[in-house]
């Protein structure tokens, strides 16, 4: 094994350090970091525009050093039990910079939320981390890091999904072996997990039915899918309200299937949701490439499901190219679904993937269908099991990881496992659209209020009053192909007036409750033309 040790130094490099342009193709490849010494298996962005990264700490020494010549002492370890190596990190969005945390139990495949007050609140994992949970509240300065509570859990959670709620409290969903749910912070009503019986019966001799795809209605309830199938779960009362046909075609799209969901924009009046659930692996797929080296053919399909319908039922559609792995982010233009990473065959698991999806697509929901997606630039780096992507502030998606392998592999396979970060650009960011591209005014961070107006002062040069759109992002938790907790809202619009000196003001309506926008803290952009601007952060509870 090939390991590379960085001095512990706040490292600093270009944005434009590496810049792959295909005319024939929109969107732009940036490469920001090529070895931020582990490999982006989670992310999150959090308020002050840092994105905390983690692997996990039994994959072996990483290559970045603890600072100060600190080690981790855990005689539970599987990999090492003493260990002066950091697996997570702190990356600064702004100056492209990143220093080493201290993670001290093991977070492989565990899950996340971010709490009301911006603390990114992480649980399960494995082995001594299986019932963790790990709290990092952002700071400022370089002296924040992870506070840990190693049985904060009532059970183990290993390959969960976790999603915000009204409340700001956070529901934590099955994993492997548990068919039920539990809630955080802990109080003396949620002391104890509640069964889920659908995630027993959709688990397969394949399991596909590990990080279900979790959604929160504008109901209240949870749409909850799992391999091909889908309820609504009222988690309060621990029933299933509704029961939705299976996904045309049969095929599981959980993990080890791994395709990708997204609840789409929701728009005013806020009486209509719809779920998209794209890619996957045939069922057959895990096996035979388990067992016998023969890599099937992943998914080409989507299917949408407007969960609100009386009578609902799938749409199916076909993408552009196979895909497995994929993630899935909403673009703040509110009409755009970037679907990126993964591969064209196998499934998830150690070495179980062939043919790297190296070209993104953009997905439209609301353009005619057969004319939906549009292919992207493609990257030139694999991103294979074990990769994420995030949206930033900025409108650029952080890309890292990829490590299909059981420790850390630099040399002599396939696929080696990835330690950079990269940035792809959509084309809205081009040079071309700056004269429609806004510019808030208004300082960063503001204060909202359920159903309450607000104003954003803003200066373009070329605006189109009635192609205006303000928009409300809550950042996911990006992890395994599926992004948690992520949300977009369409605001209604109330006003927008031209000022003496030629800027503008746009007066916007807050989301009316919470069960549409769960408290904390969301990226708010001003969309002109179809080009939003640099988002700014809003707080709301």
């Given at each position: 094994m090939?390991?590379?040790?960085?001095?512990?130094?706040?490292?600093?490099?270009?944005?434009?350090?590496?810049?792959?342009?295909?005319?024939?193709?929109?969107?732009?490849?940036?490469?920001?970091?090529?070895?931020?010494?582990?490999?982006?298996?989670?992310?999150q962005?959090?308020?002050?525009?840092?994105?905390?990264?983690?692997?996990?700490?039994?994959?072996?020494?990483?290559?970045?050093?603890?600072?100060?010549?600190?080690?981790?002492?855990?005689p539970t370890?599987?990999?090492?039990?003493t260990?002066?190596?950091?697996?997570?990190?702190?990356?600064?969005?702004?100056?492209?910079?990143?220093r080493?945390l201290?993670?001290?139990?093991?977070?492989?495949?565990?899950s996340?939320?971010?709490?009301?007050d911006?603390?990114?609140?992480?649980?399960?994992?494995f082995?001594?981390?299986?019932r963790?949970?790990?709290?990092?509240?952002?700071?400022?300065?370089?002296?924040?890091?992870?506070?840990e509570n190693?049985?904060?859990?009532?059970?183990?959670?290993?390959?969960?999904?976790?999603?915000?709620?009204?409340?700001?409290?956070?529901?934590?969903?099955?994993?492997?072996?548990?068919?039920?749910?539990?809630?955080?912070?802990?109080?003396?009503?949620t002391?104890?997990?509640?069964?889920?019986?659908f995630?027993?019966?959709?688990?397969?001799?394949?399991?596909?039915?590990?990080?279900?795809?979790?959604?929160?209605?504008?109901?209240?309830?949870l749409?909850?899918?799992?391999?091909?199938?889908?309820?609504?779960?009222?988690?309060?009362?621990?029933?299933?309200m509704?029961t939705?046909?299976?996904?045309?075609?049969?095929?599981?799209?959980?993990?080890?299937?791994?395709?990708?969901?997204?609840?789409?924009?929701?728009?005013?009046?806020?009486?209509?949701?719809?779920?998209?659930?794209c890619?996957?692996?045939?069922?057959?797929?895990?096996?035979?490439?388990k067992?016998?080296?023969?890599?099937?053919?992943?998914?080409?399909t989507?299917?949408?499901?407007?969960?609100?319908?009386?009578?609902?039922?799938?749409?199916?559609?076909?993408?552009?190219?196979?895909?497995?792995?994929?993630?899935?982010?909403?673009?703040?233009?509110?009409?755009?679904?970037?679907?990126?990473?993964?591969?064209?065959?196998?499934?998830?698991?150690?070495?179980?993937?062939?043919?790297?999806?190296?070209?993104?697509?953009?997905?439209?929901?609301?353009?005619?269908?057969?004319?939906?997606?549009e292919?992207q630039?493609?990257?030139?780096?694999?991103r294979?099991?074990?990769?994420s992507?995030?949206?930033?502030?900025?409108?650029?998606?952080?890309?890292?990881?990829?490590?299909?392998?059981?420790?850390?592999?630099?040399?002599?396979?396939?696929?080696?496992?990835?330690?950079?970060?990269?940035?792809?650009?959509?084309?809205?960011?081009?040079?071309?659209?700056?004269n429609?591209?806004?510019?808030i005014?208004?300082?960063?961070?503001?204060?909202?209020?359920?159903?309450?107006?607000?104003?954003?002062?803003?200066?373009?040069?070329?605006?189109?009053?009635?192609?205006?759109?303000?928009?409300?992002?809550?950042?996911?938790?990006?992890?395994?192909?599926?992004?948690?907790?992520q949300?977009?809202?369409?605001?209604?619009?109330?006003?927008?007036?031209?000022?003496?000196?030629?800027?503008?003001?746009?007066?916007?309506?807050?989301?009316?409750?919470?069960?549409?926008?769960?408290?904390?803290?969301?990226?708010v952009?001003?969309v002109?033309?179809?080009?939003?601007?640099?988002?700014i952060?809003?707080?709301?509870?």
């Open positions: 090939n390991i590379r040790h960085l001095v512990p130094l706040l490292l600093t490099a270009s944005f434009l350090t590496t810049t792959i342009t295909t005319l024939a193709a929109p969107g732009r490849w940036d490469l920001l970091q090529s070895n931020i010494g582990i490999s982006a298996m989670h992310m962005l959090l308020h002050n525009d840092r994105v905390v990264i983690f692997d996990r700490t039994d994959f072996g020494q990483s290559n970045l050093s603890l600072p100060n010549g600190q080690c981790r002492h855990d370890e599987l990999a090492l039990t260990d002066c190596t950091a697996h997570s990190v702190e990356y600064d969005t702004v100056s492209n910079s990143f080493p201290t993670v001290l139990t093991d977070t492989w495949c565990s996340g939320t971010v709490a009301p911006g603390s990114l609140v992480q649980t399960g994992g082995n001594d981390g299986e963790a949970v790990r709290v990092f509240k952002p700071c400022e300065d370089s002296t924040c890091d992870w506070v190693q049985t904060a859990l009532v059970v183990r959670r290993w390959y969960a999904t976790n999603q915000i709620l009204p409340d700001g409290s956070a529901v934590i969903i099955g994993g492997r072996r548990q068919f039920n749910y539990e809630f955080y912070p802990k109080s003396t009503a002391l104890s997990t509640l069964p889920f019986r995630l027993s019966d959709t688990k397969d001799p394949n399991e596909n039915n590990l990080y279900p795809f979790v959604h929160l209605n504008i109901d209240g309830n749409f909850v899918f799992s391999n091909n199938r889908s309820v609504l779960l009222d988690y309060k009362k621990n029933r299933i509704r939705f046909p299976p996904m045309a075609g049969g095929e599981p799209r959980n993990y080890p299937s791994s395709g990708s969901s997204a609840l789409l924009p929701l728009k005013p009046p806020y009486t209509e949701a719809e779920v998209l659930v890619g996957g692996a045939p069922f057959a797929s895990y096996a035979q490439a067992n016998n080296g023969t890599f099937i053919p992943a998914l080409t989507c299917g949408r499901l407007k969960i609100t319908d009386t009578s609902p039922s799938w749409s199916m559609e076909t993408m552009p190219n196979p895909r497995v792995m994929g993630d899935m982010l909403l673009l703040p233009t509110g009409k755009d679904v970037l679907i990126i990473n993964g591969a064209g065959s196998g499934t998830a698991g150690w070495e179980l993937a062939q043919d790297p999806a190296y070209t993104p697509v953009i997905y439209r929901p609301e353009a005619p269908a057969g004319s939906r997606f292919l630039t493609s990257a030139t780096t694999p294979l099991y074990h990769s992507a995030i949206l930033l502030r900025d409108g650029r998606i952080l890309v890292g990881g990829s490590n299909p392998h059981i420790y850390y592999n630099f040399s002599n396979v396939q696929y080696p496992t990835d330690l950079s970060l990269e940035a792809f650009s959509p084309e809205y960011l081009s040079a071309s659209n700056s429609l591209r806004p510019k005014v208004t300082a960063s961070p503001i204060e909202l209020s359920y159903d309450k107006q607000f104003s954003l002062h803003f200066s373009v040069s070329l605006v189109d009053t009635t192609g205006l759109s303000v928009n409300m992002v809550l950042p996911a938790f990006c992890t395994h192909s599926f992004s948690m907790n949300r977009l809202l369409i605001l209604q619009i109330s006003k927008v007036t031209t000022l003496p000196d030629g800027t503008y003001e746009v007066a916007a309506v807050a989301p009316p409750w919470a069960v549409l926008a769960p408290p904390g803290y969301y990226m952009f001003i002109n033309s179809g080009i939003p601007s640099e988002g952060w809003a707080h709301i509870q």
